[in-house]
């Protein structure tokens, strides 16, 4: 029987799943995915963890109990230092393990692999990948197709994010459903900076992808924009921010604003978090010092009420179709 592998669908699921999967799956392992996120999922999540945890970690944590309660033989709870060179993701996920292991008792054995790309993809992550695949295998030649599927994966899902496609979509896309870009309906275009894991967990944002298309808008994402944009805004600011994701927030955020590509712009951050609370400053002002692309700010936590979210997004759209008529 093949060896059952959890992964929580939190945090970087939005962004690596393609690759995780096909690394255990070429292993021979089953992947054991935990559902969307739900109330007990939130809750269990909120009281498992340290008050001071931001919204998204809590929400992990809830995945991580939902899993143990599925009986798999191990959970997926990676230590991801860096994505890119010289730069790091934030403190939370280097020592995302360490957190859930000192919180959680009596959950399945972690896998705990890191992920560093600080000095670009040298010998020590392809030792880090074997010791992983040892887990499963003794077959050095297994571990490397490994490798390979799971570089294939995320290159063919990271296209379909580049060609216009939502994380949700290119997801399901990559598991064989046909999905095609939504067509831009030439009305409203709106930017949506944030962190994956904020802007495509449905249930933590109130659905917040649906409602902007509902009141007819189509929506642009910093996964969307070619690097070359993001490097242009990033490169705007006096100092280079050494947070992957917030560097990509920062330049999407300004790209969309200097270049007039988009008709609005909502920002998305979680509340408890400390980049995020630093990058939204630094968005928000030059937005309002500019004052031509409308932005709206919106952070979320736990309590956050869906009826306020509809009333501020309501109001977002009216102003920016009353915009266009004057
Ligand atoms: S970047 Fe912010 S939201 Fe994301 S894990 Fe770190 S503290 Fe949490």
Redo the contacts with the bound molecule.
């Keep these: 029987m093949a060896i059952k592998i959890g992964v929580p669908r939190a945090?970087l699921y939005y962004n690596f799943y393609p690759a995780w999967k096909a690394f255990f799956n070429e292993l021979g392992a089953e992947v054991v995915l935990s559902p969307k996120t739900n109330k007990k999922i939130v809750d269990d999540g909120v009281s498992n963890t340290v008050d001071e945890a931001?919204?998204?970690?809590k929400v992990f944590f809830g995945h991580v109990l939902n899993l143990k309660e599925k009986g798999v033989d191990y959970i997926f709870v990676p230590r991801i230092v860096s994505v890119e060179k010289k730069r790091y993701l934030?403190a939370?996920?280097l020592g995302l393990p360490d957190l859930v292991r000192a919180s959680l008792s009596d959950i399945p054995p972690l896998i705990d692999m890191e992920i560093d790309l600080y000095r670009g993809y040298n010998r020590m992550v392809g030792r880090e990948l074997d010791r992983i695949g040892r887990i499963f295998t003794r077959d050095r030649k297994k571990i490397k197709r490994a490798e390979e599927a799971a570089i294939i994966a995320q290159s063919t899902y990271e296209g379909y994010l580049k060609s216009g496609l939502l994380p949700g979509e290119a997801l399901r896309k990559i598991e064989g459903a046909k999905v095609a870009k939504k067509p831009d309906n030439g009305l409203l275009r709106i930017g949506l900076l944030g962190?994956s894991?904020?802007l495509m967990d449905e249930y933590v944002n109130m659905n917040i992808i649906k409602k902007v298309e509902d009141f007819g808008g189509t929506l642009v994402t910093a996964d969307m924009l070619k690097d070359s944009d993001i490097e242009y805004g990033a490169s705007c600011y006096p100092k280079d921010m050494f947070?992957t994701?917030g560097r990509e927030m920062l330049g999407a955020g300004r790209y969309m604003l200097d270049s007039g590509t988009v008709d609005g712009v909502i920002i998305i951050t979680?509340f408890?978090?400390?980049?995020?609370s630093l990058i939204k400053e630094m968005v928000e002002r030059e937005y309002k010092r500019r004052n031509t692309v409308p932005l709206l700010s919106l952070t979320i936590d736990e309590h956050t009420g869906e009826a306020g979210v509809i009333t501020r997004l309501e109001a977002f759209m009216d102003l920016l179709r009353w915009k266009e008529v004057v």
């Design positions: 945090l931001c919204l998204p970690v934030c939370k996920f962190h894991y904020n947070w994701y979680a408890g978090c400390g980049p995020d």
